[in-house]
């Protein structure tokens, strides 16, 4: 019961600290000012001017006349780039298969670090230590690097894996069309289960022994334990690390940036990240690129607060 | 300890005073309209800094050769990534920030979208009288107008690198025609199961567009006040077919070239030729030095019935271009015109594997003439004859669009889809046309098309 009370103590303290603000004298508030101002400057400056900064030029647009051998105007351009983005078909295509990637992706990844978490975190597990550390090392490696590496595993020339596979039998063309998605779905998930494990894992040992001793007594096996008492239980992190796995397949970029010169599958706007860096440095349109810019943004934020929503209903607010 | 201080800030007030002088001595010079500006060679008691932008390995040895031999101009290199990966944006970047340097290194292809984004200086005063240094095709890249902007550096001339080892067991001559290098494709299917002649590059923008540059007409040209766009061409359409016969047939790979697996296929023979540019010899022997002594390079296939011997060249090439907002222009050029033709100069930038040079006279290029690293690899051929021969049969009226970037994403993108079955190439080059129709719009210049 321990750690059902202390689960309440956040709140009613809380509650305490809101009562007692007004008596606060207002000196105090400097005091903050002091603290916290060097986090809103960096933040303003590295943050939000940028955004700022690249919404602004999202309305202007270079235009140039006949052959254009004179200078070319910078124009207020309303939203003519948004109008471009969203009606190219390269780029609605883009948003379309990071949809999908990311119907593959988000579950694969939450069953992977869940099943992972609860192996690890059951009674028999043995050399747990060990375990973790080695789920968790993948994510240490640079997504460039792994990307590099999972490269050369799907070469053909190259690949032990691809010999191996054809060898007995099974399909081995991980750099085709109906393929490669599921071959960066793989690189993604090698490399952040472990990590979305370590996040499951810490909210299991939060919860309390005394809910297991329950459970055994009233005669639940391991398995109805993780069932029944440990996934309910870590249903916010579980929340969590959906909501980290869909802001990262919406935005994937490294893993098809460095596989692309290996396949004929990757197009210069496969994502739309990759579609925004192709028109900021390839085509030197950062007019167009900042409005592909916002518009993913706004997609990420959309998708995202609208799944908190959609789990946070009828009161049982996750995080 | 604390006179040392104020000593050295005086010092660089000096110093700073003086190229203030020299500055406006240059200046003064350059108002005074004298022809001597021509040779603008600065003073060598406060010289005139010149910066350079370039990603040319080794290029720092012409520069300090530069240098050493022209006291009254310094050069300051600064190395930065190749202008597709971001050196360009760099230099745009820079030109609108007022902090560009003088001279960078901008290839063929991307001047037009210097000139469109106003970058770009001109120098016509200053290198009017140096195009018959030149070769005419290569001058001709960095002249719009009628005005001089960019002095050529190094083209690609393209040729056939083919294992000579492997086709003589097989009994296969080099391929002189298209037709042949079809029927020695699938001689080479039959011969060996693992072995393909080449692969098909739909990753290599440059590449597929050379091969369509040899095959005749171009695709882009300027018509009264609007660019024209012919990709969409018969010539275009038949290297399209062409191609398209080889990967139905599945006489050609389909794997991008210099990749990984590429290169492996060097080594092991899987592939045994390649239609590449010059400074290509580098890329083979760098990469399958086993090979050493096998290979041997014929020039490019030529398309039956051509009325002469047609070659082209890997992305046109590279050139030194001053850049807009320079304060040194004169001496800019004098570095840029020095660089790309000083036979010593011409002779650091090959061995660096730049390319082929842009000067008509090579005979006091010593490497061109013999080159104990290159010949004995391909079997002590001479194969800077071949590529010397295909420089002279470029084509000097292509022209490169304001929007070559966009052309290399949207031409690989469909040659890629293409190679996946989804349409042909042929379909491929006309969406390619499409696409640089909307862009060149897009940008608010005047389009026409033809075929």
């Not at chain 1, 694969?108 to 375990?131: E, G």
């Not at chain 2, 944006?89 to 820079?94: E, P, S, V």
């Not at chain 2, 080059?429 to 696409?435: D, G, L, S, V």
Request: aromatic letters at 12%; a neutral charge; glycine letters at 8%.
């Amino acid at each position: 019961m321990a750690g059902v009370l202390q689960r309440e103590t956040p709140k009613a303290g809380a509650e305490a600290v809101g009562h007692a603000r007004p008596r606060h004298p207002r000196r105090s508030r400097s005091h903050v000012a002091v603290f916290v101002a060097p986090f809103f400057v960096v933040f303003a400056l590295f943050f939000l001017a940028p955004i700022g900064y690249a919404v602004y030029q999202s309305f202007f647009k270079l235009t140039s006349s006949g052959l254009g051998l004179t200078e070319p105007t910078l124009d207020f351009a309303g939203l003519d780039n948004y109008t471009a983005a969203l009606t190219s078909p390269a780029f609605l295509g883009s948003i379309g298969r990071v949809l999908l990637f990311s119907l593959i992706e988000v579950p694969v990844m939450v069953v992977c670090a869940l099943t992972l978490a609860l192996l690890l975190d059951s009674a028999r597990a043995r050399f747990r230590a060990f375990f973790r550390v080695s789920f968790f090392l993948p994510y240490g490696v640079p997504g460039v690097i792994a990307s590099l590496l999972w490269g050369f595993l799907y070469v053909p020339q190259t690949s032990p894996l691809v010999d191996a596979l054809a060898l007995v039998g099974l399909p081995h063309d991980f750099l085709g069309p109906g393929t490669i998605l599921l071959a960066i779905a793989n690189i993604s998930t090698w490399q952040f289960a472990g990590y979305n494990m370590l996040v499951l894992i810490a909210g299991l040992q939060a919860i309390p022994q005394e809910l297991y001793e329950a459970a055994r007594v009233d005669g639940a096996t391991e398995i109805r334990i993780a069932w029944h008492v440990k996934i309910p239980l870590v249903r916010a992190p579980l929340v969590l690390i959906t909501v980290f796995t869909l802001i990262g397949t919406l935005q994937l970029f490294v893993e098809p940036l460095v596989l692309k010169p290996l396949t004929t599958a990757i197009s210069s706007d496969y994502t739309p990240n990759l579609a925004a860096y192709n028109q900021a440095f390839a085509q030197s349109n950062i007019h167009l690129a900042s409005a592909e810019a916002t518009l993913i943004a706004i997609m990420s934020f959309v998708i995202s607060f609208g799944f908190l929503r959609l789990v946070n209903r009828k009161g049982k607010r996750a995080w | 300890m604390g006179s040392k201080i104020p000593r050295t800030a005086r010092l660089a007030v000096i110093v700073t005073m003086t190229a203030a002088l020299g500055l406006a001595a240059a200046c003064g010079g350059g108002a005074a309209t004298e022809p001597a500006k021509n040779q603008a060679s600065g003073d060598p008691a406060s010289p005139v800094t010149v910066k350079f932008w370039s990603w040319v390995p080794n290029i720092q040895k012409a520069v300090d050769a530069f240098n050493a031999s022209h006291p009254g101009i310094k050069v300051d290199l600064e190395t930065i990534t190749a202008g597709p990966d971001g050196g360009y944006a760099k230099m745009l970047a820079g030109v609108k920030a007022g902090n560009a340097p003088d001279v960078a290194q901008v290839g063929y292809d991307s001047l037009p979208s210097f000139l469109v984004n106003g970058a770009l200086e001109d120098i016509t005063q200053y290198a009017g009288d140096k195009a018959s240094t030149f070769v005419d095709w290569q001058w001709q890249t960095g002249v719009f107008g009628g005005k001089v902007y960019a002095i050529p550096q190094a083209s690609g001339p393209m040729g056939l690198y083919y294992r000579k080892d492997l086709f003589d067991k097989w009994g296969i001559e080099a391929p002189k025609t298209w037709d042949d290098f079809a029927a020695a494709a699938a001689t080479i299917r039959k011969k060996d199961k693992d072995a393909y002649i080449s692969t098909f590059a739909a990753n290599q923008a440059p590449w597929l567009i050379s091969l369509a540059q040899q095959a005749g007409q171009g695709w882009f040209s300027t018509e009264n006040d609007a660019w024209k766009v012919t990709i969409d061409n018969p010539d275009t359409r038949r290297v399209a077919e062409y191609w398209q016969k080889m990967l139905d047939g599945k006489l050609v790979k389909t794997e991008a070239d210099m990749s990984n697996a590429w290169y492996r296929d060097l080594q092991t023979g899987s592939i045994v030729g390649w239609i590449g540019g010059s400074w290509g010899d580098a890329i083979i022997r760098g990469n399958a030095p086993k090979t050493s002594g096998k290979w041997a390079v014929a020039p490019i296939p030529q398309w039956p019935g051509a009325d002469k011997f047609t070659s082209a060249s890997w992305a046109g090439g590279s050139s030194s271009a001053v850049l807009k907002g320079t304060k040194h222009a004169a001496e800019a050029t004098t570095f840029a015109v020095w660089l790309n033709s000083a036979p010593e100069s011409v002779n650091i930038l090959l061995s660096a594997g730049y390319g082929w040079p842009s000067i008509k006279d090579t005979s006091q290029i010593a490497n061109l003439q013999k080159d104990d690293t290159v010949f004995p690899f391909y079997g002590g051929q001479n194969i800077w004859d071949v590529f010397k021969e295909a420089d002279a049969a470029v084509d000097s009226d292509w022209r490169w669009p304001p929007v070559s970037d966009a052309l290399y994403a949207s031409i690989t993108d469909n040659a890629k889809a293409a190679v996946q079955g989804e349409g042909t190439l042929v379909d491929a080059f006309a969406k390619t046309q499409q696409a640089m129709v909307e862009q060149l719009k897009a940008k608010g210049l005047n389009v026409t098309t033809g075929g």
